[in-house]
């Protein structure tokens, strides 16, 4: 399975983003999908994991409420809709996918496929 990331970009802090994240390859309606972030200067670090259009989903507390992580099965696609965005969240996100769902769903190792990350900056 092959990720490819998009929508990156910089905004000022307070407003919004769309990350998209594509899936080409065999997948199943199970396959979780989700993102990881790297600040600079900083350890990569869980975000969000969905297992297909409506199963489990898990956030960091550091973006609950103000990010949504969505999949759309028919596109194989997962997006991550960020708002009220921060200066603290500026980073490389990366798409990540596995196979199904694991309980360690926040740990980076836990995760076979990564797409090539794309740059957020949010500036103050």
């Known amino acids: 399975v092959q990720l490819q990331a998009s929508g990156g970009g910089l905004v000022q802090a307070g407003g919004s983003l769309r990350l998209s994240c594509a899936a080409s390859g065999q997948t199943t309606s199970e396959y979780v999908m989700g993102w990881f972030r790297q600040g600079p200067g900083k350890e990569r670090e869980f975000v969000a994991a969905?297992?297909?259009?409506?199963?489990?989903?898990r956030y960091a507390d550091s973006v609950k409420g103000r990010f949504t992580i969505s999949r759309d099965n028919a596109r194989n696609t997962v997006y991550l809709q960020m708002n009220s965005l921060k200066p603290e969240d500026t980073a490389v996100y990366y798409c990540?996918?596995?196979?199904?769902?694991?309980?360690?769903?926040?740990?980076?190792?836990?995760?076979?496929?990564w797409g090539q990350g794309t740059l957020v900056t949010v500036s103050s």
């Open positions: 990540v996918g596995r196979s199904y769902w694991t309980v360690a769903y926040y740990s980076a190792s836990q995760y076979t496929n």
């Open positions: 969905k297992r297909g259009a409506y199963g489990n989903t």
